[in-house]
């Protein structure tokens, strides 16, 4: 909306950088995509909202919708990382690549958010080399039309720990898994606790443990509910 053309639009429509203690509760973000958008390289950073190296966020209660990039990015500013991030009670829909991408934070809560038609994975915990992902809790969601994964957790970081996956709903059997965690590092505690899913999950290099995950729908291409690979 705040640029002149398409191929202008590669920022995001609310940037929260450096700041702490802000609440956006209540409203409608929306991207300019007339329908769902494809993943586009020149485009990917038209975010709904951005929090750079801010903390004590709280996005609550929003529609985003129609961005080229994520609904929610969660990233650090230059040498500060992102801490204490909530996006809760909201909807994400219609996005081109995820619908929350973390990048570096401690303290990321994502609760009772229904996704739905996003391209790439729902909820991304992609910390880059040098960074992290601590203390992750991603509860009571809904997923509907995701590309890839329900939640996905790879990136190069060596430091993914204490995230929950807990009391999540997969809506339809589209995309390639419910959750899809790990790299080459042994990293974790990982906790999946009562989620209702469609998919398998793949686990690569993850300690931590699992219960009361329940798998309905028609049998997917392979009988198992976690595919673990080299798990420690």
């Not at 995509?33 to 929003?62: N, Y």
């Not at 039309?145 to 809506?171: K, W």
Request: proline share 5%; with cysteine.
């Amino acid at each position: 909306p705040s640029c002149r053309s398409l191929r202008d639009c590669n920022g995001p429509i609310v940037a929260l950088t450096l700041v702490w203690d802000v609440r956006l509760v209540d409203g409608t973000i929306a991207g300019g995509a007339e329908t769902s958008p494809v993943f586009d390289p020149t485009r990917e950073h038209d975010h709904g909202v951005a929090v750079h190296g801010a903390s004590g966020v709280v996005l609550e209660d929003l529609t985003i919708e129609r961005v080229a990039g994520d609904c929610v990015d969660v990233d650090r500013r230059d040498r500060t990382f992102s801490l204490r991030v909530a996006f809760v009670r909201s909807t994400c829909r219609d996005a081109g690549r995820q619908g929350i991408s973390a990048n570096e934070v401690e303290g990321l809560r994502v609760a009772e958010v229904r996704f739905e038609r996003i391209e790439a994975s729902a909820v991304d915990l992609e910390g880059r080399r040098n960074g992290f992902i601590r203390d992750a809790m991603v509860q009571g969601n809904e997923f509907l039309e995701i590309g890839h994964a329900a939640v996905a957790g790879v990136g190069a970081s060596p430091v993914l720990e204490d995230v929950t996956i807990r009391g999540n709903r997969q809506l339809d059997d589209q995309g390639l898994h419910f959750l899809f965690i790990g790299n080459g590092e042994d990293r974790g505690p990982l906790t999946v606790q009562a989620n209702e899913v469609m998919l398998p999950s793949q686990v690569k290099h993850m300690s931590g443990s699992a219960a009361g995950t329940l798998m309905r729908g028609d049998p997917p291409l392979t009988p198992c509910l976690f595919v673990l690979i080299n798990a420690p």
